[in-house]
T-cell receptor, first 115, second 113 residues
């Protein structure tokens, strides 16, 4: 079975450039989550969608970050303009309903380096 | 303002012995708790969970204990194996019906052969 698929696996770019991270959730899952992993804060929720609708974006650091989910099988996280402090591993996860109904399944992440 | 805390960044255990990973939380509204395991260059994978109506849940070598009054949970791995070496994340769900999870910062477990 295909799991959550993220692309690219690695991204290195110069500050000021636009970065787009992509995620394909598990088919049939109706919730999608974007996380950022840092040493200091661990896995930090940025935003999550339920049935393609953004439910909670309070974790998005600032206006430079935006996320979309145009359909049930695709989501993007965009950073424009990027800054060196955005360097981190970004994970996408999907789940079937609430935490009680099933755990979140994670992709393998995108390691982002902003020079 | 970290609502889920894992105060031990790392733990080393001899193969065959018990590994105990600890987690504390501050929000009394949390009612569902999960443990995830993460290998390098991979995403976290679900390991075991427990709801607040229980104080123990067991799955093979893995047991999670929940102490609601202390707002504390722990993961026991017995016996520990070298393949268990990974980073373990504790997570909590806000309330029944909530989708999002609050994660701790992780504990790196090293099982020494």
């Amino acid at each position: 079975d295909a799991g959550v698929i993220q692309s690219p696996r690695h991204e290195v770019t110069e500050m000021g450039q636009e970065v787009t991270l992509r995620c394909k959730p598990i088919s049939g899952h109706n919730s999608l989550f974007w996380y950022r992993q840092t040493m200091m804060r661990g896995l930090e929720l940025l935003i999550y969608f339920n049935n393609n609708v953004p439910i909670d974006d309070s974790g998005m650091p600032e206006d430079r970050f935006s996320a979309k989910m145009p359909n049930a099988s695709f989501s993007t996280l965009k950073i424009q303009p990027s800054e060196p402090r955005d360097s981190a591993v970004y994970f996408c996860a999907s789940s079937l309903g609430t935490a009680w109904q099933g755990p979140q399944h994670f992709g393998d992440g995108t390691r982002l380096s902003i020079l | 303002d970290q609502q889920v805390k894992q105060n031990s960044p790392s733990l080393s255990v001899q193969e065959g012995r018990i590994s105990i990973l600890n987690c504390d939380y501050t929000n009394s509204m949390f009612d569902y708790f999960l443990w995830y395991k993460k290998y390098p260059a991979e995403g976290p994978t679900f390991l075991i969970s427990i709801s607040s109506i229980k104080d123990k849940n067991e799955d093979g070598r893995f047991t999670v204990f929940l102490n609601k009054s202390a707002k504390h949970l722990s993961l026991h791995i017995v016996p520990s194996q070298p393949g268990d070496s990974a980073v373990y994340f504790c997570a909590a769900s806000g309330q029944t019906g909530a989708n999002n999870l609050f994660f701790g910062t992780g504990t790196r477990l090293t099982v020494i052969p």
